[in-house]
């Protein structure tokens, strides 16, 4: 999920662990994001890739999640096989502060208040107008969402903020 450590250098490990999204709170902030078929995701720090996958078994979505960590990388990899959607999805490991933003038009992201910050110049600048940007509990600072919503699943709550560029 992260990729700071807390001297502010790249690192090629996490600066927190991965902590999953229920089911029911994927299809909650994949209708926030208004998902449909023509959308290209980017997840980063993707996890097992749940987001990814729901999209692309609900919509034929296409997706392209970004973690670090390897062995969570291999396991997306598998369940999307599973799911047949392996074709529809891609997982790459590495640092989601080097990634290229300009074909999203979708951006999920479940990461801490400071990385989200890091990111925000990058999603500014690289996104087309019209693109979402979905976060799991955590905002951009001062840019204000265009939709929040609060969805509980497994009794656990949290506040979904969508942003349209």
């Known amino acids: 999920m992260g990729e700071l450590q807390s001297s502010g250098a790249v690192s090629d ?8 999204t229920p ?11 208004r ?3 023509t959308d290209v995701i980017y997840d980063l720090g993707c996890g097992d890739g749940r987001v990814l996958i729901a999209a692309a ?3 034929g979505t296409l997706g392209v999640g970004i973690e670090l960590d390897g062995a ?13 959607v392996a074709h529809l999805v891609e997982f790459r490991q590495g ?26 110049p990058r999603l500014q600048a690289q996104l087309q107008p019209g693109s979402r940007i979905i976060s ?30």
């Open 13 to 20: 490990r996490p600066d927190i662990g991965y902590i999953p």
């Open 35 to 37: 998902v449909g078929p």
């Open 57 to 59: 078994q609900r919509w």
């Open 23 to 33: 089911a029911a709170m994927v299809t909650t902030l994949l209708y926030l994001a």
């Open 72 to 84: 969570l990388v291999a396991k997306a990899r598998s369940q999307a096989i599973a799911a047949n």
């Open 136 to 165: 799991r509990d955590f905002d951009l600072g001062d840019w204000p969402p265009t939709r929040t919503c609060t969805a509980v699943a497994e009794e656990e709550p949290a506040t979904l903020y969508c942003w349209e560029r």
């Open 95 to 120: 640092n989601l502060f080097d990634c290229d933003l300009h074909h999203a038009t979708v951006v999920f992201l479940y990461l801490l208040p400071h990385l989200n910050l890091r990111l925000r």
